[in-house]
C-alpha cells in the first residue's frame, strides 16, 4: 500500500506548487541557496559554511506508524525524500536505494543485537568494507552518478584518508560510470587490511595514492587542491568527506529504522554514538528534527575529546590529536559541529561567522549560554580512555559475548555510564571487529575473524602510485590521470 508522503516542502518562486524543490542554505549566510544535486556536487558552500534545508521537513506520526515493520529501502525512501524533493525521480531513488544496500550482507541492512533489557547494538558494518561509511557511500555514488549523467556531466573526487572513508570510497565508486576517484593515504601508516581494501580494487575509475608523509599531509594537499580555482575547475573536483550533506541523510535513515523497531513513533529512545567528525550523530538529529521521539543523543569520543569538553564546559577548543586505537575518531576539531551550532542559534550566521573566525584566530571559542542551553537539552556526552576502551571490550564480550571494535566500545563504555531517563538505548557500532583484531584480541584474549566473504584479501595484488608529499606532482597526477 503506497504511504502518504506529507508536501511540507518549500515553494520556490516560479515553480509551481506541485512541484518541490528542496533548498539549501549555508550556515555562514553568504553563499546562493543551492538545490540537493548542487549541493551534493559542491561539497562546501564558497563561503566556507556547510549547507542545511532551508527548512526541516517533518513526517506524519501516522506515516511513521505506516512504516513500522517496513523493509530498509522503504524506510529510507520515505526518509531522505522529503530531502530531496523532485531532484531525483522516484523510481530511479528506489533503485538507487535498491541497489546500494543489496550488496550488504545482512538482510536487515543495518540490524539490532540486544545487549540487555534496554540497551541495544545497531549494526553498521555489514557492508563490503565492514564499517559505517558504507551506508551511505554506496548511495552517494549512486546519486552522483545519477546527477552528473542527466547532466553529461563527470567529477574527479579527491578524499585523503586514514584509512576507513578510503576504502568505503574506493569499494563504492570502483564501478562509478561518471566519477574519478583519488585516494590519497599516508604511506606505511595505515592497516594491512584497510590499505588492501583500497588497492586490491582494480578498476579504471579508482586511483590509490600513497603519499610520502602522514594523514595530516594528505589532508593539507587535499585542501591545496580545492583552493587552486583553475584546477578545481578544470578536472571538475567535488568532495567525498563526510560534510557532504547527501553522507548525512542517508546515515539518517538507520536511526529511523532502528526507532521503529523499538517503539517509535510511540516510545521516546536514546541513542549513544562513536563520534569524530560529529557526522554521524548529527544524522541522528536529522531523523530527530523529522519526527523520531529522540530522548539523548550521546556523544561518545575517544581521548581525543573536544566534544565533550565543549558539551560539558561549552567551550570549543583544540588540543592536538594523539593516536589511539580507535583511529577514525582521532579528530581534532568536528567540522559537522558547525551545522548543530548553526541550527541551535536560531539559524544565526552571523554568529556562526563570529566563532568560526574565533575559532581559526585563536583555536577556541566559548558557546554564548542561549546557545549551549538549547544544545544540551538534547545532547549530552562522555569519553573514554585507551584502558577504559579495552575494559569495555572484555566487558561486553563476558556479559553479551558480542566482540565489539574499539570504536564501538568507546560508545558501549559511554553509554554505560550514562543513564537514560526512560526508554531503550541504542549504541551505535560502527566497525566490525575484524578490522581491529589486535586490539580486540589484547582486550578479550579472542581473535575476531575475517568474514568469508573478505577471503582473498590478503593475497590479491595491490596497485597504488607512490608519490612524494608534494601538491604539485598530485595535481600533474590528477591531470594525466583523471577520464573527464
Ligand atoms: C568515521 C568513523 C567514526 C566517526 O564518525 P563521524 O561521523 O566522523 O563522527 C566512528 N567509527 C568508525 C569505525 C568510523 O569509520
Known sequence: MPLPIPRLMLRVPGRSVGEHCVRYISTRGKAPPLGFEEVMLSGLAPDGGLYMPEEWPRLLDATLFALRGAPYGEVAFRVMAPFIGDAV???????????AYGSFAHAAVTPLVQLAPDHWLLELFH????AFKDVAMQLLVRLLDGSLERRSDRATLVCATSGDTGAAAVEAFKNSAQCSLFVLHPHGRVSEVQRRQMTTVNA???????????FDDCQAI???LFADRAFRAKVKLSGVNSINWARLLAQAVYYVYAGLSLGAPLREMSFCVPTGNFGNVFAAYVAWKLGLPVERLIVATNANNILHRVLTTGRYERAGVMPTMSPSMDIEVSSNFERLLFDASDRDPALVRKLMTKLSETGSFALPAKTMREITRRFTSGSTDETATLAAIASAFSATGELLDPHTAVAYAVAAK???????KIT???????KFPDAVEKACGVRPRLPSRLAGLLDRREAFDLLPNDVETVKQHILTRSDR
Do not use: D, F, Q
Open 89 to 99: 525521480p522516484e523510481a530511479e531513488l528506489r533503485r538507487m536505494i535498491a541497489g
Open 127 to 130: 557492508g563490503p568494507t565492514l
Open 204 to 214: 579504471p575509475s579508482v586511483h590509490n595514492v600513497a603519499i610520502e608523509g602522514n
Open 222 to 224: 587535499v585542501k591545496a
Open 418 to 424: 550514562t543513564a537514560g531517563r526512560s526508554g531503550p
Open 428 to 434: 551505535l557500532s560502527t566497525a566490525h571487529p575484524a
